[in-house]
Every structure is written in C-alpha cells, then in structure tokens.
C-alpha cells in the first residue's frame, strides 16, 4: 500500500492553491467544503474564483508562485499547466514537511485526492493510487447508488445518544442487539423520513425498557417495516436509487407479476421473492391475502418491500395498502416509480403535453366496465387532452364508442404501447375509429398502455427505442402481400 488513507482535518488550516485555472477551480471547490482558509498564487483567475475572492471565501495573491507562499500551509495543491512550476511547488512542500498535490503528476505529488462520496459526518474516499482516476470515478458512482444521503443524519442523530446508550446499556453484547436495532429498525426509517423528534421519543422509550428485567427478551421480538416501492415499467435502469436500496436491503419481496425479471434480480440475492399477482385468469392474489403476508412477514421483523410495477400510488391499491399496515402498526414507507404513462409515452417518442397539440393530460384505468360506467366522458372527449388509459385492451369497444358519442373526432391519433420500456416493446398506431380493429389485427396483450390524443400521432417522427411503430395500413399491406 504505496498510499496511506488519511483523513485530514483542515478547518481553519491554510491550504494553498497555485493556479488560477479551471483545474484550481475545480480543486479549491473539493476543498473549501472542508472549512479550509485557502489561498490562491496566480497571476490571473477564472471569473468563478474572480467571485469567489470577491466574496471573501479565498485569498488571492495575483503574481508567481514563490516559495514562502506555503508558509503556515498544512496542504499545498499544484494546479499549474507548466511542470517546471509544479516541481518547484513540490520541492517547496517537501523542503517544510508539507504535502503536495500535483493535479495529474504522481511522480511530484506525496498525497493524492480521491474520489469523494459526502454523507458528513461520513465520508468513503476512493483512490487507485493515482493511475486511473476514471476508474475511481466510477467506483464512487457505484458507491454512491448504495450509501443512502440519509446515513448523515442518522450518523449525527446517533451520536448524540451515544452515551444515554453506552450508560442505558452496558453489556456489549446487549448494546451490540441495539444498534442493530436502531440501524435496520424504525429509528433509522423515522430519521430518514426526515422526523427526528419521532426518532428520538422512540429510542428514550426503548432505552427506557432496559431498566426492567425483561427487556432483553424483548429485543428479540421486534417488529419488522414494508417499503412500497414501484417498480418502474420494466426496465431496470428507471429504478430509482431509494427502490435499488429497498430491494438490496429486502429480506421478502411481494411482486407484482408484471414486475420484469431484470428488477428482480437487483434484490438481495438472499430475500424471498413471493409473486402475488393479480391477473382475470390463471395465477391470482386476492388483495386481502396480500395484506396479510406483509402483515405476517412484518411481525416477524422482516423488512418487506411490496414491489409494484409502475407507480404504487397510480393505480396500484398502494393506498388500501398503507390504510392496512397504519390500521395493524407496521411501520411503512413509500418509494415512488416511474409510472407507465410517462415513461411508456417517453420510450415511444409521445410527448404527454405538447403546445401546439395538448395542454393537459389525464390518467384513467379502464380494468373494468364499473370503472369506465361512473367516468366523466365529456371532460375525456375535450379537444386538446391526453388519455392514458392503463388496463384498457379488453374495453376498446365502450372507450372508443363513448369518447366519440360526447365529441371526440374519429380520426383522433391513438398509440398501443406494448411492453414499454423493455427490449420487446411494441408500438402500434392509429385513430380513435380504428381502435378495435388496430387491437385485433396486431394481437395486443397485456401489458399495453393505451394513448388517445394528438401527440400519439407523433410516435411515428420521434419515436427512438425498440422498432417504429406499427399501423393498420402495414397490417393490410402484409396481408395484401
């Protein structure tokens, strides 16, 4: 190990910086988030440093590097572009004891900047000795994707109870159990939902429980979380961070059965994954008995993640959900998805709302007749709306009939995406009268997401994933053929 990891304490210290370029810029940023007092050493400066000196937040001293500029200096960065500079930098560092940084120049440097991911007070820093930095790069990206921006917090949070604990507790091993605890339990979750008055009355009242003789028997008897989360369309990459940590952290996964498979296998490879499914035919979860496996898994102090496709709250029952576990106490939290209608339009070029063809949108689901007999079909027939309607294929006849009885034109575009978002999407275009026929010719199935309006007439100029679009007349032209 040619580089010893150091992490330095440099508030109020003196840092100086030669050179006023971009590459300082980019350098005195890094550094002035440490409470450093920083100088620069350069004839001339970038217009943001010309700001920053305005400001007050540095020292500008406009000449040429000499030597007695590192005096009182704990770090010295070399950010000049002639290396004859940049070695008489070093040579001055090394001559007072002083570590120097030469931007891209190991063989003058005696410390190196790494990689940085801040969730202060904890800081992971990432170096490859200096020899390749976009490596380092994309390890922090990587990192970055895991070390949830709450751990900060909590990290303060539970520094400030340490000694109630180390007092409350004093057998290691029992104080061992409680962090545990209090790092997978609801006093993380409650700090990270950003509600520390919460966090802090539940931990006094578990410390509390210490004082009596049956309290380490209860530890082990603690109650589990659920996370609804949304899956997203399909395609991994959606995912947000905080649904990739929910899955990483799952100890049983209740999936929707739409939820591809690419999702699935970001899980913790160790957690149980339960399709619960809700489908008019073959495999098929009542929701009740959905609510009961959350309840059961969670009362045996699993963390379950309820992963749904799409958005939990757009059409996924996630609020029947949630009325179920506050009812029975399950802590819980919600992960937004990126829901089908914007991320199936986006994958199949259609803009929701456009200026010159559509102002507003709306989202309907149409898995029922009872759900399209109570719907407000004069307000879905104005001109310049958006329908995206989910669920919709098996009631194309009642949808196309009602939207032109109250007004909309016949010849308004319509758009089936098939499979959104996934290697084998499938877009299929046409106009609201063609509707039926569109659905039958080319074999629609679920899942498909069904656009009316303007804009799905432009899914044949930009659509850009998967291939172009499909209409009636290539059907009838193949048949033809």
């Keep these: 190990m040619r580089y010893f990891p150091l992490f330095l304490d440099l508030r109020d210290r003196l840092v100086v910086i030669v050179g006023g370029g971009t590459i300082a810029e980019r350098k005195l940023a890094l550094v002035a988030e440490s409470g450093a007092r920083l100088k620069v050493v350069a004839p001339t400066l970038t217009a943001a440093l010309q700001a920053a000196r305005e ?5 500008h001293v406009p000449r040429q590097f000499e030597a007695h500029d590192l005096e009182g ?16 930098v070093a040579r001055a560092a090394e001559q007072r004891g002083i570590i120097a940084n030469v931007v891209d120049d190991l063989e003058l440097s005696t410390g190196i900047l790494p990689a940085i991911i801040d969730r202060s007070p904890i800081v992971v820093a990432v170096s490859t000795g200096g020899t390749a930095p976009v490596l380092a790069r994309r390890i922090r990206a990587q990192l970055e994707t895991v ?13 400030a109870w340490r000694s109630r ?14 962090y545990d605890w209090l790092l997978d339990g609801p006093v993380a979750a409650l700090v990270r939902h950003a509600r520390p008055a919460a966090a802090a009355e539940l931990i006094a009242s578990e410390l509390a429980r210490y004082s009596h003789p049956s309290a380490a028997s209860t530890q082990d008897k603690r109650c589990g979380s659920v996370a609804l989360v949304g899956a997203g369309p399909g ?17 049983v996964v209740l999936h929707d059965r739409l939820v591809s498979h690419e999702v699935l296998l970001l899980a913790r490879r160790e957690a149980d994954l339960i399709e ?62 990126v829901t089908a209608a914007l991320a199936c339009a986006s994958y199949a070029g259609i803009p929701l709302t456009h200026r010159d063809h559509s102002g507003s949108v709306r989202l309907l689901t149409a ?11 004069r307000g879905l027939a104005a001109a ?61 199935r679920s899942p498909a997401l069904l656009i009316v309006g303007e804009v799905a007439g432009l899914a044949t100029q930009l659509h850009w994933f998967g291939a172009p679009p499909e209409s009636g007349a290539a059907v009838a032209a193949r048949n033809a053929a």
Excluded at 151 to 157: E, V
Excluded at 367 to 377: N, P, Y
Excluded at 398 to 408: K, M, S, V
């Design 235 to 251: 395609d991994p990459g959606l995912l947000t961070l905080k649904a990739l940590r929910a899955l990483q952290g799952a100890d």
């Design 384 to 444: 310049r709306e958006t329908l995206a309607v989910y669920m919709g294929v098996a009631m194309l006849a009642q949808l196309r009939t009602e939207l032109i009885r109250h007004g909309r034109d016949p010849a308004t575009p319509i758009a089936f995406i098939e499979n959104g978002s996934r290697p084998e999407q499938r877009v299929v275009v046409g106009t609201l009268a063609q509707i039926e026929q569109l659905a039958a010719d080319h074999a629609v």
């Design 73 to 88: 200096a704990r770090l010295v960065i070399a950010a000049t572009s002639d290396r004859v500079v940049n070695a008489g």
């Design 276 to 337: 619960v499914g809700k489908t008019g035919h073959g495999h098929s979860v009542a929701q009740q008995q959905i609510h009961q496996l959350m309840l059961e898994h969670a009362l045996a102090g699993r963390r379950v993640v309820r992963l749904k496709g799409g958005d939990p709250f757009v059409f996924g029952r996630g609020g029947e959900e949630l009325e179920f576990l506050r009812a029975h106490g399950i802590p819980y939290e919600v992960v937004p998805g």
């Design 55 to 59: 400001a007050g937040r540095l020292e």
């Design 147 to 159: 070390v949830d921006e709450s751990l900060g917090r909590f990290a303060a949070f539970a520094a």
């Design 367 to 377: 898995h029922c007749r009872e759900s399209l007999d109570t719907t407000d079909w």
């Design 165 to 178: 604990i180390r007092t409350a507790i004093p057998d290691l091993s029992a104080r061992r159990r409680f």
